[in-house]
């Protein structure tokens, strides 16, 4: 491809055998690089649309890449992401090698970090979306971070405001996930047995709760009720 290519719609290269872009690239829609060779990327490429490198051998992104649509990441061995990254849809990292996420990361749409060998949140992070971290070592959630949606781990899936946790059991334990003061809502999806495991762990300010099968149902008929 010559340098400078400019292609107004979408561009498809998915499974070739494909080794490098050219410089000045351009793209208005989404450049899928799916299940390629490719290790970088040009410096001064320029995505509209989604930038799908799932299951690709991509090692490095440009410093000062913007993605206007969703970062497909997953599966991939690339080992860090760019200080400023901005992605406007969802920024997927399933099963990398990536171990730590920018500080000033912001995704306006969903973040999934499941089984993903990221540990630690940034600070400062802004989620639009949902945030996955279900089957990783993350354990707390900062305070000043941002997440729009809810948060799932371990098949639970959980929201931004304190709601009805003053209804569960007290369980001691080493282990638990420190939820901060605002962050949860009620446990979402009361068919337990798909989305809540039994015996389930949440910490709030500190105080470790045992979600059991007859607190699930004292849960369900609160939130019933209110909505």
């Not at 491809?1 to 561009?11: E, F, H």
């Not at 969903?110 to 989620?127: G, K, M, Q, R």
Request: charged fraction near 20%; charge should be negative.
């Amino acid at each position: 491809m010559p340098d400078r290519l400019k292609v107004g719609g979408y561009l498809d290269l998915c499974g070739t055998g494909i080794t490098k872009l050219p410089d000045g690239l351009k793209i208005s829609g989404y450049l899928d690089l799916s299940d390629t060779q490719i290790t970088s990327l040009p410096e001064n490429i320029c995505v509209v649309g989604s930038l799908l490198l799932g299951g690709s051998m991509i090692e490095f992104l440009p410093s000062n890449i913007a993605i206007g649509g969703n970062l497909d990441l997953r599966g991939t061995p690339i080992p860090t992401l760019p200080e400023n990254l901005i992605v406007q849809g969802d920024l997927l990292l399933r099963c990398t090698k990536i171990s730590k996420l920018p500080e000033n990361l912001r995704v306006d749409g969903d973040l999934d970090l499941c089984a993903s060998s990221i540990c630690d949140l940034p600070e400062n992070l802004i989620v639009g979306g949902d945030l996955i971290i279900s089957n990783t070592e993350i354990t707390s959630i900062p305070s000043g971070a941002k997440i729009s949606g809810i948060v799932r781990l371990d098949g639970q899936l959980l929201s931004r405001r304190v709601y009805v946790m003053a209804r569960a059991e007290r369980f001691p334990a080493a282990h638990y996930y420190d939820i901060p003061q605002g962050c949860v809502d009620y446990l979402h999806g009361w068919a337990y047995d798909y989305y809540m495991r039994i015996g389930c762990h949440v910490g709030y300010e500190h105080v470790l709760y045992c979600v059991d099968r007859r607190t699930a149902r004292d849960f369900e008929r609160l939130w019933r009720s209110a909505i």
